[in-house]
């Protein structure tokens, strides 16, 4: 009887070069670099587990945005996301906030210039975000409509999440984030509420006017649609706070995640949590040992929407098949009728 | 007459190598590498412009402390710069403040290994971050801990800050961040309080007893101290809220910073603020074009104690000197009479 | 009369939010972030700049290949854009045509794990890369391979390019690219070429026979092509010795690249020219100022597959539309005949 | 009796934060540091195991220099480590001697700006690399010195490591690498000659005369220091060519490197060789498994010369003490007879 020894048991699945052609479609391109490895093998991963995420209703469906994804031009596919369902709880930063209220209120971002003269951007009014440029007086025209919508806020400590929810009801712009969430009843977490444009606004109505946002208001809700996910998922986008802020909660749960996709630059060595592998999760019971976990150290506003395009492309498949499956049944059962 | 171009006006300082002795201090070793270029060159500059910092007791110093710096065993450098009014405004993640608590409460971090087996590690009651240790029961001490104090809280809206000094009122080691903050009086600002195991920890009390905290109760003070800075300067370690909480502040006032020191290991390529250039921030109006600026794009666990440490001994020498000096003056003028 | 401002001149292209859908390819897909900034809109503009590249038969296009590209699955990609002509020059690493000749020998890399022990896997015979295995023995099997066709090579100092082809022409498998460089007559360069297994078996063999491997040998050669390209494009994978070969050749012809693109995980910030930006090149004349130029700072076993993947799409677009026009006038003569 | 579980075992060493103080040298500093995580508690260990690298002459040590590091302004602290004996046998790029015989020439780099408008600073004639300007006139200049100094060789194939000590012999200033390396018999490796100035400069000598530069004649010598070092240790500054070439070398002998130290900015998470964890060259028999190995991940601009500085000091303490204890038992026993 041959042996096989424990090196051989490692040597089972070659790698196999992706073919790349000219006619694919997303899905197919994920299938196409499954048998490569770094990146190339992990975003196909990452295709896999975000299809099985979206296709599962009984998954619960956490997304943490963070980094300048709504000026990049990601505030799109995060609405479409939210609406289609597949995402069911946010946690963001204030800045991505923003952003996608000035684009939902028609005050666009413009394409820029990474290597420009920013003491002449300055003295021009014009705010630069790497390659991306703002006008400065949008924060003017914005300050009103603040002022205005906090305004209509009741006079009682507010939750944050209900803050980010009155803000998407007078935001009438259907690709906007925040509209998208107050439409589907997504909440919108925002645990570093202060630090943003919407904090300073808070924080200017209040100079002259009673104004509470508590900070921890809304974490009884939080913590109970962790409480009563029968799975979860979790879509990464990013470090920072809403990485910490959803693996955390999660944390006093008797439950983990099942899934989990982390898209990043940031690398694990500083020690930081934005890099720090999901594996590392593991340990402090965030993730459990048999989740399925994919990293992709890369653009996240590359691997972000092909990852979102390869799964949706996926999952039309798959809904065809089930309703071409229906159909022969339903056809066969009628004729032996 | 000869004409110098202005390609010749460009090539007048030349580079000079570095040299290395075998008895230099941290002033020499960051003197050494005055003419040197990249990441060398910056830690030069970083010394510089820190030790003009804190010689000039009119510039109000802001320190923006993001990353696993605690962990890491970076508390004592802050603390000290805090205890030595090198730190006048401190702006954090709750995280930094959940371990330099632990630490300060006589729970250490141990010596741990990135290579670990996380699901062992699980099962031991370890968390690992990184190449740190953590044993998971804590965190249960801590809760004993964190319970009785926010149980002395009085029963109004409570500031971030106000917080965090009342923390530091009930931790007795005085190499903690939050007791040395508490002693001097100077304020820990944390705007995303609710994202670590103090805002859980806040959270939980709020399930059984009354608390809010005011998210945006802080800022008042917090702009206050901006607008009357006569001078101002910033160090930043890591990018994430305290950068853009401690600029955005800075932002609403007449005024801007005059001094500014980056470390970060993230790139502005990726466009998320944690990397962005400072010149990005001249365009904002957050530092000025004639402020003196450096970005160190290293590992911060290691630049932020050499800048600091060649700052100091630079600051020890002129304070030398200026005793010399009086000192001889003094004698000069006591012989003449 | 309304005067136009220089900064209102810089906002003239608002970005536009990429819009995915689940029934997408490759090349709408590019075209959907056309919109958008950082990382999304360079890839864009490479999947741009490339099918202009491709598409031009005039346009001699070089390919700088670096990183463990083959070993992560990308040998087939190259080798078919040789076959197709959109390669015409490729100059890269030793290490990449070891593994291409493994390959091409049928000694697979495998699927491995990047968290391995790797005192087991040296126990077990397995080397790895990364989250690939290469079992040790392929080696031993190669350098029979390696000794017996180095021995078919003229005694004669050889030329680095010659010793590729050499290689190429006893490599059967077809998706191999040395043997789709050696079926296509493009020449293979790799100035480092003692720092590879290649070169160790060259050195073993030169041991006990007479073996010279001219250095410069090539080098005229190369400078030909520089010299006789009407126009010229770079495609640049890494950085690394073939980024730097490339460019200083054509540094010493009267002329530069009209269009590079470079994909890198490399950053300016360390001086390294792997992640020098292009704009650098300038300085240098490597590439002129009217260049097309574009670097994507993220990973290339992602951003390659894409950016071929998409030009290749719209290639067959626009050849299509070509031959539409082209029946559509031949029909419209024949009816006039 | 009271049992030790496993968990138990991995907390015996606290960390413990640094104390950094007003007056320290470099090895108070990195010791300062040996009770740190992250990068911080990387660099101690690199300074301990440097160390004890050049404390031991038993030791060969090989030094792989890649990156710009010396228009960074690095080479004398190179050039000082071989004339002390702290290296053996240098293995670089082209590049870096290009730079480091300009600059022994006396054609030095400057300091520049790397925000600057390249299109402008090609027009004035400067290059830039990051924020080094060069003068583009510098290569007229060594073309003169090269072609003269290429004519002196023997007419017959010569080896890289030959050219490069030819090189250092025509070179006077006794901070250049290439001279200390020729005054010291330290050889030079290059194995991507081709590839820099020098080789240009190679290639355009062969355009008239003979010249045959033998690419892989120098390696039999490189093996020979392999077999025969009774110890080895390695020191990477950044990746490339160097750290593969020395690797590999060590590869086909019976044994490993017993020390290695790796700077570098590069991360494991692309699978290239550059950013490859020192462990995993365990998997290859590279380093054996109880080597000691540090990864510092870190601009090595800053790193290096910290690094070198706290070995410095501590080997000039520790012969200090030899001395002192060597004068004690010399008086001891003159007192004795």
Not at 39 to 45: E, H, L, P, Y
Not at 282 to 288: A, E, H, N, R, T
Not at 319 to 324: A, C, D, L
Request: hydrophobic share 40%.
């Amino acid at each position: 009887m041959v042996q096989v020894t424990d090196g051989q048991k490692k040597l089972t699945k070659p790698t196999s070069p992706a073919d790349i052609t000219d006619n694919m479609d997303l899905d197919e391109f994920a299938a196409a670099l499954s048998g490569c490895a770094f990146g190339a093998g992990r975003i196909s991963q990452a295709a896999d587990i975000f299809t099985e995420m979206i296709a599962d209703k009984n998954i619960v469906k956490f997304f943490g945005l963070a980094g300048a994804m709504v000026p990049a031009g990601m505030r799109k596919i995060i609405a479409d996301l939210i609406r289609d369902g597949h995402i069911n709880v946010l946690v963001t930063t204030g800045a991505n906030m923003v952003h996608d209220a000035l684009e939902g209120l028609y005050m666009p971002h413009y394409k820029g210039d990474a290597q420009s003269n920013d003491v002449a951007l300055h003295e021009e009014g014009i705010d630069r975000i790497y390659d991306v440029f703002l006008p400065d007086k949008h924060f003017e025209e914005f300050e009103g409509f603040m002022q205005e919508t906090i305004a209509k806020l009741p006079e009682r400590p507010i939750k944050i999440s209900e803050f980010m929810a009155h803000l998407g009801k007078h935001i009438e712009n259907s690709d906007s984030i925040l509209r998208a969430a107050y439409d589907m009843g997504v909440p919108i977490y925002c645990p570093a509420f202060p630090d943003s444009v919407i904090g300073l606004q808070a924080w200017l109505y209040k100079e002259t006017n009673p104004l509470v946002i508590d900070a921890i208001g809304d974490m009884h809700d939080f913590m109970d649609i962790c409480w009563n996910a029968e799975k979860a998922g979790a879509f990464f986008v990013g470090g920072g706070v809403p990485k910490n802020f959803i693996f955390q909660s999660m944390l006093v749960t008797p439950r983990d995640f099942d899934y989990a996709i982390q898209l990043t630059m940031d690398t694990p060595q500083t020690g930081g949590l934005s890099g720090a592998t999901l594996e590392e999760a593991i340990s402090w019971g965030k993730v459990g040992h048999k989740s399925k976990l994919v990293t992709v150290y890369s653009d996240a506003t590359i691997t972000m929407p092909l990852i979102v395009g390869a799964a949706r492309a996926r999952l039309r498949k798959q809904n065809q098949n089930k309703n071409q499956n229906r159909n022969q049944n339903q056809n066969k059962s009628q004729k032996t009728k």
